[in-house]
Antibody
């Protein structure tokens, strides 16, 4: 059964870089034609797609965040990672990783990781 | 970006009720729409793709319909496990965008 798990610091200082890793188990990140994505949800608000990556390293990002986002993949560890630079309080959110089915829908999702940006 | 608008924002219903949630797109998205269920403190769960195709394992009381700009998610007989927030998401064009959510609460 495919499972995803986010990990990383829960607190990041304003203007610094947020870093999270998603560990994938139950399937190879290199298998099939799946992409792997990041989605975030500010407290009490809706969902925002951040970006996605293919095992080959091909990426595509939400234009609203593109200048600050880097997503990378490590196939040897079956993981992919998110870096968001120059964070502000507006970046405080629960960050989810998920399988991105052919760049269409998302599922399954990791349990989520709350990241708070402090001043 | 394509804007997705859900209505109502909150819906109060009882167990056994038939429930319908509407999702409208700011432009035509054909049938490229997905639905998710999210319970408090949990990750969203994928329910439906291509507007009306049920993901494996999703109860048959859930159904989706629509095309173009107007879509609906229907729960034919609301069960205790169905009280949650539901989101629609378009994948017709990038960036993919979500609706603001519809909370289904106990009446």
């Amino acid at each position: 059964q495919l499972q995803l798990q986010e990990s990383g610091p829960g607190l990041v200082k304003s203007s610094e870089t947020l870093s999270l890793t998603c560990s994938v188990s139950g399937a190879s990140i290199s298998g099939n034609s799946y992409f792997w994505g990041w989605i975030r949800q500010p407290p009490g608000k809706g969902l925002e797609w951040i970006g996605s990556i293919y095992y080959s390293g091909s990426t595509y990002y939400n234009p609203s965040l593109k200048s600050r986002v880097t997503i990378s993949v490590d196939t040897s560890k079956n993981q992919f990672s998110l870096k968001l630079s120059s964070v502000t309080a507006a970046d405080t959110a629960v960050y989810y990783c998920a399988r991105d089915y052919q760049r269409d829908w998302f599922g399954p999702w990791g349990q989520g990781s709350l990241v708070t940006v402090s001043s | 970006d394509i804007q997705m608008t859900q209505s109502p924002s909150t819906l109060s219903a009882s167990v056994g009720d038939r429930v319908t949630i509407t999702c409208r797109a700011s432009q035509s998205i054909s049938s490229w729409l997905a639905w998710y269920q999210q319970k408090p403190g949990k990750a969203p769960k994928f329910l439906i793709y291509k507007a009306s195709s049920l993901e494996s394992g999703v109860p048959s009381r859930f159904s989706g319909s629509g095309s173009g700009t107007e879509f609906t998610l229907t729960i034919s007989s609301l069960q205790p496990d169905d009280f949650a927030t539901y989101y629609c998401q378009q994948y017709n064009s990038y960036p993919r965008t979500f609706g603001q959510g519809t909370k289904v609460e106990i009446k």
